[in-house]
Structures are given as structure tokens and as C-alpha cells.
């Protein structure tokens, strides 16, 4: 059974960075590619950043280019989310998921629970 548990959600101050970690267990992890989601009240879910099996290739949504960054560990199962210069609008709940690479594209094929991360002025 896989599971995707992510960790590293808190209450931070605008300006602030806050790293995010992913532990994945029950896939052949490098077999995936990994990506984080978030999803602010109200709002629909947005893309947050993508990465490639073999961590050689990274993709990020606009509003998050130059602040954000996704990198993993496949030695360890794991995936971070680096969130740097955090602002109001990044105050969110948090989603990592998987995606088997032989798959380039379409829907993500297991889901974490989500962690909170809220940004205060």
C-alpha cells in the first residue's frame, strides 16, 4: 500500500522560508514522478512544482518560480519542497503526489493528507 505523508507545515512571518518534506513508502520511488500541490480556502487546486524521477528535471508554477524549489532524495523516499520569501498568498494547504514517469502527463496516482502552512503579515 503506498502512502505519502508530508511533514514540515507551520505558522511563518512573510519573508520567511519553510521547507516541506514528503516521505513516500509502497512505490518503487524513483519510478515516480513526484509533485506538490496546495490548495487555499476557497480557492481550486494549484500546481505547485513537479519533479522528475532522477530529480534531473524540475518544473514550477508561475507564481512560485524563483521562490520555490523541489528537490529529492531517492536514496531516502523522500521529497522537499523548499519555500523561500514566503508571502500572504502562499498560505495554504499542502499536497504531495506521485505519478508513475512512465506516465508524462494527466492525474497523479496517490495523494498525501496535505500539510498547513499559513503565512502571517
Request: with cysteine.
Amino acid at each position: 500500500q503506498v502512502h505519502l505523508v508530508e511533514s514540515g507545515g507551520g505558522l511563518v512571518q512573510a519573508g520567511d522560508s519553510l521547507r516541506l518534506s514528503c516521505a513516500a513508502s509502497g512505490l518503487t520511488f524513483r519510478s515516480y514522478t513526484m509533485a506538490w500541490f496546495r490548495q487555499a480556502p476557497g480557492k481550486e487546486r494549484e500546481f505547485v512544482a513537479r519533479i522528475n524521477g532522477d530529480g534531473t528535471y524540475c518544473y514550477y508554477g508561475d507564481s512560485v518560480k524563483g521562490r520555490f524549489f523541489i528537490h529529492r532524495d531517492n536514496a531516502k523516499n523522500l521529497v522537499y519542497l523548499q519555500m523561500d520569501s514566503l508571502s500572504l498568498d502562499d498560505t495554504a494547504v499542502y499536497y504531495c503526489a506521485a505519478r508513475a514517469a512512465i506516465r508524462r502527463a494527466g492525474e497523479y496516482d496517490y495523494w498525501g493528507q496535505g500539510t498547513q502552512v499559513t503565512v502571517s503579515a
